[in-house]
């Protein structure tokens, strides 16, 4: 396995000592059970700059660190990954930022990944890249390792060629993902956008899902859209605790009608100035009562030392003081806004109290909020607005939609989906759950990881 991050955080013991604990995180628990079925070594970083750790061995598999100088970090991650590729698959919600500087180091570190993950493999082994901060892994690491079986996954869309075009990296970044047998994306539309740029910038044939190597290799670029654990959230929101706490928030935001509910990381491609905008338009007319209903948003702090996102913070901060003190009153908010990280008991309480889930990102490759959301609810009570933009959409087909750019149809898509039927939001949320639990975290590992064996001759 080979992705930006280790899958371990380090951790002080109760006797001063130094140790390692898994991290939270939707990647790390999606891959870590494919780890302990299959075995093997995780290349990453370790998430600190200028320290070198050597190699050891956690919970039975290996972990093999990938150092990052501080002037890397900021080129490579913070840079080229954070503010060039992450903007530009996005829609280019935000202006991406073209450096050549920071090419030169995103190459010296795809290098060094790929140094590793070239070293640490077995003869013949199997090595799945991760994301977008890795793209050209897989190339470098087949100049050095042909015998390998290479897979990449990109977790965030990938653009259409308008947009992908502008990057002047562009052939490079194609060359390096068609180093892998095997490209996973979120969704059929990215799989295409790939394949389109794949017959444009390589000249290379393409059939459908597959993509014909001069080398005689066949390549397969499909749709594997991820999940989520799902009966790991559904029992977590069934213990004694989440349903305590469940009921605490709901005393603690003043008992009331509804709980309207945001978890997102304040970044700005999830909607959030869209989002804040419309629920002040809905308090401030009286659509929604600021006495009778809450809005919670939770937003979980991120690239912090960007100066865009602090930006955004603030941005965020001004309009939700400028709407509570508007139409709120003294003890009685009607946006309770928390600029925090929740530990996940404390998310699945959240999920359980919320009448209504809104995730209305303007772009995002999946976005397992909402399917933890609709797994969270066993009495199939509750409501889902979500973006027509979410890669969970193609699949959560009975939430409410919106186009996060259109206020009043947002606007009107959380009334309705607040003051639905209780027969409609069972019919919807059943269907939801099926879905979810059809296609958990187990079902999505298990597709990719297969799919290669089953590719027919030409």
Not at 109 to 118: C, G, P, W, Y
Not at 293 to 313: C, D, F, H, K, W
Not at 375 to 382: C, I, L, N, Q, T
């Amino acid at each position: 396995m080979v992705a930006n991050r280790l899958p371990v955080d380090r951790v002080q013991n109760d006797d001063d000592s130094s140790g390692w604990a898994l991290s939270p995180g939707g990647l790390v628990t999606a891959l870590i059970p494919v780890m302990k079925d299959h075995g093997g070594t995780w290349v990453g970083w370790v998430g600190s700059a200028d320290e070198h750790i050597e190699p050891f061995t956690f919970d039975g598999y290996g972990i093999m660190p990938v150092d990052l100088s501080a002037q890397e970090f900021n080129e490579y991650y913070e840079g080229m990954s954070n503010a060039t590729f992450w903007p530009l698959y996005h829609d280019c919600v935000e202006h991406p930022e073209y450096h050549r500087e920071w090419w030169d180091s995103y190459m010296e570190v795809n290098q060094r990944f790929a140094t590793a993950a070239a070293e640490v493999a077995a003869p013949g082994a199997t090595v799945w890249v991760q994301d977008y901060q890795l793209q050209n892994v897989p190339a470098l690491l087949r100049q050095m390792r042909p015998d390998l079986k290479i897979r990449f996954f990109l977790h965030i869309p990938f653009p259409p060629s308008e947009l992908f075009m502008q990057l002047p990296w562009r052939y490079q970044v194609i060359s390096g993902l068609l180093g892998s047998d095997q490209i996973g994306f979120q969704d059929p539309g990215s799989a295409r956008n790939f394949a389109h740029l794949v017959r444009r910038l390589a000249g290379m044939r393409t059939q459908g899902d597959r993509i014909f190597s001069p080398d005689g290799r066949v390549i397969l670029a499909r749709a594997y859209p991820i999940s989520i654990d799902a009966q790991e959230i559904l029992d977590l929101s069934r213990t004694p605790q989440a349903r305590a706490e469940a009921e605490q928030l709901r005393e603690d935001l003043g008992n009331p009608d509804k709980i309207f509910l945001g978890v997102d990381r304040l970044d700005y491609t999830k909607g959030l100035r869209h989002r804040v905008r419309a629920f002040g338009e809905l308090f401030t007319s009286g659509q929604l009562d600021p006495m009778r209903n809450v809005y919670l948003q939770i937003a979980t702090p991120t690239r912090e030392g960007v100066a865009r996102y602090q930006v955004l913070r603030s941005i965020i901060d001004e309009m939700v003081g400028r709407i509570n003190s508007s139409v709120g009153r003294i003890g009685r908010s009607p946006i309770e806004y928390r600029h925090a990280s929740y530990p996940k008991m404390a998310l699945a309480a959240m999920y359980r109290a919320a009448d209504v889930m809104v995730v209305t990102p303007l772009r995002d490759g999946m976005n397992l909020v909402a399917k933890e959301y609709v797994a969270s609810h066993d009495s199939d009570a509750g409501a889902l607005v979500l973006s027509e933009f979410a890669g969970a959409s193609l699949e959560l087909k009975q939430a409410y939609m919106v186009n996060p750019y259109d206020l009043n149809g947002m606007k009107n898509q959380l009334l309705r989906a607040a003051g639905d039927t209780p027969a409609n939001h069972v019919r919807r949320m059943r269907s939801m759950r099926k879905q979810v639990f059809r296609h958990d975290i187990d079902a999505w590992a298990n597709s990719f990881l297969t799919d290669l064996g089953t590719e027919r001759p030409v």
